[in-house]
């Protein structure tokens, strides 16, 4: 089976629309949380999110285009972008053109794996609004090409020349992370050399957050938003929503090798499973985040230094997770830190974006916080890295992902 290495990353979110911005405010605990400033919220029992407010999407597409690309398609264009500037970056090779295009002779050996929870879900609500009140023919001709989620990966694959497998995950809050699995499977089997991984999602609209606020998922803390989303804290009351884009090129060790390209860090362990228990709730125990964890670890032959854990800010999920970790590690579990507290919950996103939040800490030396801990519970005693940052020797790194429906996904990268 051949091996799998990361050798480009790229990330956006309500912290930074690249990956060293975002990633410097969150070792320094910043918070991304607000009030929502995309619509008005004065009615809505949550009024806060993890919003981008700086982005442009003419900075991806032309102008033109725009219209016809949902805003997670458009955030996982510039993630996308920065993980292929990054994997050819300092190579003694590159499989770019100056246009951004991959290579003629390499582009049926790249493919590309996309990932988004809900897709466009703005789009739906305001084609539902635009049918209802004013017919039929005000339908925008655009709205199912721009809201589909597997046309994340068709506008990449377009924008970048992009010809072999293109394939997309729609699993929830896991969705990222599936993709990525997705992703190094193709290069095991031999279907393709490299694959440029993405995990996209923009659900802040009236829609997403109120369908949220229904089902009573989200936090409706009063106080400062930035303390609102509280992964394993004793207050916590729910999970805050963010938006952004994370993406990842994995390549084929020898072939990362052979065009002397930053590697960092080898994709050797992955672990999937479902909870057959509830459409929300997690499984007893963490039961199926437990099989998820194990099967990683054995695949894997190595015992993570650091888990970045799902850590939703929800009551069950954190008891549940902390439960599986205790499991799976026998009680001697690594430091586990959850970013959601900075970043909000980004949906089928996350699980990218908290892959490359942990490549960055192997290559720092650093665990992010898990900020706003401030009283601890007794359901939740592990060591979560809270409030502050700590330097670690960290030689191998696992993430965690967990959807809606009982679907599982954990990632395991280690130094080459």
């Not at 510039?78 to 993980?83: F, S």
């Not at 004013?134 to 990449?156: A, E, H």
């Not at 606020?213 to 009063?222: E, G, Q, W």
């Not at 993406?247 to 960092?264: C, D, P």
Request: charged share 20%; proline share 4%; net charge neutral.
């Amino acid at each position: 089976m051949r091996r799998v290495v990361v050798t480009g990353i790229g990330m956006v979110n309500a912290l930074g629309l690249n990956k060293e911005t975002s990633f410097e405010r969150i070792i320094k605990g910043e918070s991304g949380i607000k009030r929502i400033e995309s619509f008005d919220v004065t009615n809505f029992p949550v009024q806060i999110a993890g919003e981008i407010t700086d982005f442009n999407p003419e900075s991806v597409l032309d102008p033109r285009e725009v219209k016809k690309a949902h805003r997670f398609i458009q955030l996982g264009l510039l993630a996308a972008r920065e993980a292929l500037q990054d994997s050819v970056k300092d190579s003694k090779q590159s499989f770019l053109q100056t246009d951004y295009k991959i290579l003629p002779d390499v582009a049926e050996s790249f493919g590309v794996s996309s990932a988004a929870g809900i897709g466009g879900l703005g789009n739906i609500q305001g084609n539902s609004v635009a049918w209802y009140t004013k017919g039929p023919r005000r339908i925008n001709p655009f709205f199912i090409p721009s809201t589909l989620v597997n046309m994340l990966g068709g506008f990449i694959s377009i924008q970048h020349n992009i010809k072999g497998p293109n394939l997309s995950s729609v699993t929830a809050c896991a969705a990222g992370t599936h993709a990525i699995i997705e992703a190094a499977k193709t290069i095991m089997l031999g279907c393709a050399d490299k694959m440029l991984t993405i995990g996209a999602e923009s659900s802040i609209c009236e829609i997403g957050i109120g369908g949220f606020a229904a089902m009573k998922a989200l936090s409706t803390f009063s106080g400062n938003p930035k303390q609102a989303s509280r992964p394993f804290d004793k207050k916590r009351d729910g999970f805050v929503m963010g938006e952004g884009a994370g993406a990842l090129v994995l390549e084929e060790y020898e072939s990362a090798k052979a065009r002397g390209a930053n590697i960092y860090g080898e994709l050797c362990g992955f672990g999937e499973s479902g909870d057959a228990n509830h459409i929300t709730t997690p499984a007893p125990e963490g039961e199926g985040a437990y099989r998820a964890m194990k099967q990683a670890i054995q695949m894997a032959g190595i015992s993570p230094d650091y888990v970045n854990a799902h850590g939703t800010s929800t009551y069950y999920n954190d008891i549940f997770e902390t439960r599986a970790l205790k499991k799976v590690f026998n009680d001697d579990v690594p430091p586990v830190s959850s970013t959601k507290g900075q970043l909000g919950h980004c949906l089928g996103a996350a699980g990218a974006i908290e892959a490359v939040i942990s490549l960055m800490a192997m290559q720092h030396g650093v665990l992010p916080p898990t900020i706003n801990q401030e009283e601890s519970d007794e359901q939740c005693d592990l060591d979560y890295v809270p409030n502050v940052s700590r330097k670690a020797n960290i030689q191998c790194v696992m993430s965690n992902s967990f959807g809606f429906g009982g679907t599982n996904g954990v990632v395991i990268f280690k130094k080459v």
